[in-house]
């Protein structure tokens, strides 16, 4: 299997990250390193490390943002599933073992998995954070279904747009990604929301791993959704715009509008409130206004 990690100027939290990934107990992986024009010591770590473990392939890219370094990942890729990690987290040493074992088991197109937060500041741990996690799953009331067998999303209706996005609580069989051309839209901020929303909707056999195995730095200053640019937000209303593409490309927008339109409107609110550039909050509030004038804010 391949493990694939995009790295720009992550060499505070690099070394960790290859370490947590060389000591896998799944042994048979190829650790695939997208060196996105990183102008740090990154790219030296990548490059030592790779010296000193043949199982880790490092490439160089100029700076063209992380969905475009994943998506070269993927292409580079050799392994029978594909699983991610970004380079400022890490992995509990069991992770792609485990994930790959219920992918085995199941014969599934997705594994998805809970998620370890590490608080940056703090350096506190939080293993079933409500939304990292797969509570959604533990509070549906016909549960067992998903953590004891497979599913797709016809069983995911009134809360697929709750499913967690993120790439790297996930192991997905590469033929099947591959097949379907599943990409990371490149260029834009949010952009797990339309890459996990496609494929949801195209894998014909999902499962859980109901464990908390990535580690996930909260508030790192790689953080590009959680960080401290406000610009990026803006791309949240070109998100939605693909997000309800894919959603007609897959034919089942009519059972999924209203789930989410109410997403999407909840979603631009939310990050409105967080918005703290003036300038960055007036831009968002006009688009907003336009889609919702009968919106109080």
């Given amino acids: 299997m391949s493990v694939i990690i995009s790295v720009y100027n992550s060499a505070r939290y690099l070394e960790k990250c290859l370490d947590s990934l060389i000591n896998q107990t799944l042994q048979n992986i190829e650790i695939i390193c997208i060196n996105d024009g990183s102008t740090d010591e990154s790219l030296s770590i990548l490059n030592r490390y790779k010296n000193q473990d043949n199982r880790i392939k490092v490439f160089n890219q100029d700076n063209k943002g992380q969905s475009a370094a994943r998506n070269l990942g993927i292409k580079y890729s050799q392994g029978e599933y594909i699983g991610f990690l970004d380079s400022d987290d890490y992995a509990d040493r069991t992770m792609f073992e485990k994930l790959y074992t219920a992918a085995k088991q199941n014969c599934s197109d997705v594994v998805m998995c809970s998620v370890h937060i590490l608080n940056e500041k703090t350096g506190a741990i939080t293993p079933n954070d409500p939304y990292f996690g797969l509570k959604i799953f533990e509070e549906q009331k016909d549960a067992d279904v998903f953590f004891n067998g497979v599913f797709s999303y016809e069983q995911c209706r009134n809360f697929l747009f709750r499913i967690c996005v993120v790439p790297w609580n996930k192991l997905i069989k590469t033929d099947f990604l591959k097949k379907n051309n599943i990409k990371f839209a490149e260029g834009l901020s949010f952009e797990d929301n339309i890459?996990?929303?496609?494929?949801?909707?195209?894998?014909?056999?999902?499962?859980?791993?109901?464990?908390?195995?990535?580690?996930?730095?909260?508030?790192?200053?790689?953080?590009?959704?959680?960080?401290?640019?406000?610009?990026?937000?803006?791309?949240?209303?070109?998100?939605?715009?693909?997000?309800?593409?894919?959603?007609?490309?897959?034919?089942?927008?009519?059972?999924?509008?209203?789930?989410?339109?109410?997403?999407?409107?909840?979603?631009?609110?939310?990050?409105?409130?967080?918005?703290?550039?003036?300038?960055?909050?007036?831009?968002?509030?006009n688009r907003l206004l336009k889609l919702y004038s009968d919106m109080i804010i």
């Fill in 195 to 285: 890459f996990s929303l496609e494929l949801l909707l195209k894998a014909g056999r999902i499962s859980l791993v109901n464990e908390p195995l990535p580690y996930y730095r909260f508030g790192s200053e790689n953080s590009l959704t959680y960080g401290t640019n406000d610009n990026s937000k803006l791309d949240l209303f070109e998100v939605f715009n693909k997000m309800e593409e894919v959603l007609k490309k897959n034919m089942v927008f009519d059972m999924f509008e209203e789930y989410f339109f109410n997403h999407k409107k909840n979603t631009l609110l939310y990050w409105y409130k967080k918005l703290n550039d003036s300038n960055v909050k007036d831009l968002y509030k």
